[in-house]
């Protein structure tokens, strides 16, 4: 598992891609962090849920190549043949988006530190909002994994896990007009309801339980796709 | 070598791979001996590269038993894998990274320890000859060097069984010959299997050869056997400057001459024939008798290998050239089930067609590519 993240995470920064992507989002989130500046507010979970919504566009591509550009490279053949089990293979892929969103989520403290040093923050907020942050960024990557691991087009696997996350995203707003069972199924797969508390700075259990479950439902059905084209084809 | 039974390394019982309606190995069964070099034989599409991505644990049978080592793939997947080292058709090669990075990476997957690891990348890339390629990025590689990479990459970890599909595709006559000998040598340490459609590297490197067509083994034996049995013609190209039908009865009136084709004419006074003729008598010099007593210039003579189509023919048809256009259709069809590899598609739709003229056109064409693409590298 180790070797394949290693790898990953390497290729990440090898490639334009990860340097691209974080350089994106810290020009976007600092537009936002404007709006503090301008109006003098230690108040940074507005602009942390405006850092999510982008999300919504980096994650596809963060995570479009991890396993579509194996397949198409041949490249998956030299993983599923050695002695290192499908589960480890993806398990150290997804480990390897994460860490780069880490590494991204990392460079954007920058602007809490900046507010710190100079306001007064509510520091529970700040810590709930970034906690919320990264685990619904993990929630994220796993659906883009699993995309991912649906074709060998990286195009493709990156416009199925935007439809996938906008979906997910509007599930609340789509549940507000809805009554009854529907309204609360739609609850149930919103990702953005759980986040609500977080930025609230409320840490409650269920939704970091809710969170990681939803994390591993997505990459066990990735393992479960790759294990089922061994079966059935070539 | 813990998990060897008897001298069998790998037993493959009643392997059956369905696709859908088609089956694209059906009820193969083989065994092969530690330390032998088994040649895998057979057109586009009969099954070669399904067969040794089953055996290398890629894809799953629908049907049989594959045992490495004495080890079931199925239920032993790790212990099966850690013994074998696979070099696909495609070289699995990431070429965003250096041969080195590459390696080691390798390395990493099949679980070669940190101590022998410096040792084993510095043998492995003396013995593949890219030492002097390690700080290149895979991608700025010619195609014969990627090759290489991918057979280093397959060597890593020392795995009892090696399993390398068409090894020798897009290599120079220089680097074929040297991969030929890399691959006997490796024989004499571990167990092989090697795909190719080449007949003249089954009879160079291996000791036994499986021919499979549509699934299924229509052969196996040694080359030597496999020759004797199916190789009793040898074929001759004639360029003769004279009357065409004049000069194809006196062909034909030669003793030991089975058959005489008008291949092609060149202009009105020179004329391309197909000869062929029984394999123990040599009817090159009668020829050049005859010919000259009517003084008709032999322009020259060639001789043509015996292909993998005839023998396969042979194997096949037992020597029925009227089934050979059947053969044709039949293949293409076989084709589109494994469309997943338009290099071989395109090929084997020349195949069928083309004589063996044309086919040793061909190899030599993409040998000159390869060789240019080195004089790059370098």
Partial sequence: ?234 | MKGARGNNMIEIVNLTKNYGQIKAVDNLNFTVEKGEILGFLGPNGAGKTTTMNIITGYISSSEGTVKVCGYDILENPGEVKKRIGYLPEQPPLYMDMTVKDYLNFACDLKRVDKKNRKSQIYDIMELVKITHVKDRLIKNLSKGYKQRVGLAQALVGAPEVLILDEPTVGLDPQQIIEIRKLIKALGKEHTIILSTHILPEVSAVCDRVVIINKGKIAAIDTPENLNRKYGNTSKFNIRVSGPKNAIKDILSGIYGVKKVEVRSEMDSNVTDFLVEAEKDIDVRKPIFFELAKKEYPILEVKSVEMSLEDIFIHVVNDGKEEVKEENKEDQENSDTVENSNPSEDSASQELPASEDAELSEKETGSEKEADTDDKEVE
């Fill in chain 1, 1 to 234: 598992m180790l070797a394949v993240f290693k790898r990953e995470f390497k290729a990440y920064f090898n490639s334009p891609i990860a340097y691209i992507l974080i350089g994106l989002f810290m020009l976007l989130s600092s537009y936002f962090f404007l709006s503090n500046l301008s109006t003098q507010s230690a108040d940074f979970n507005n602009n942390l849920s405006s850092m999510s919504f982008l999300l919504l566009f980096i994650v596809p591509i963060l995570t479009m190549r991890i396993i579509a550009e194996e397949r198409k490279n041949g490249t998956e053949v030299m993983l599923i043949t050695s002695p290192v089990s499908v589960s480890k293979i993806v398990m150290g892929k997804y480990l390897a988006s994460v860490s780069v969103f880490l590494v991204m989520t990392a460079v954007s403290f920058i602007f809490p530190i900046i507010i710190i040093i100079f306001g007064q923050p509510a520091m529970a907020k700040l810590i709930g909002g970034y906690v919320g942050f990264i685990l619904l960024g993990c929630a994220f990557i796993a659906i883009g994994v699993f995309a991912s691991s649906l074709t060998e087009s990286q195009v493709v696997a990156a416009v199925i896990s935007f439809v996938i996350l906008l979906t997910m995203w509007i599930m609340d707003f789509l549940s507000s007009f809805t009554s009854g069972l529907l309204a609360k199924v739609l609850d149930w797969f919103s990702l953005y309801a759980r986040y609500v508390d977080f930025s609230e700075g409320i840490l409650s259990l269920s939704p970091i339980i809710y969170y990681l479950s939803f994390c591993f439902i997505f990459v066990f059905l990735t393992i479960r796709i790759i294990e089922k084209r061994r079966w059935s084809q070539g």
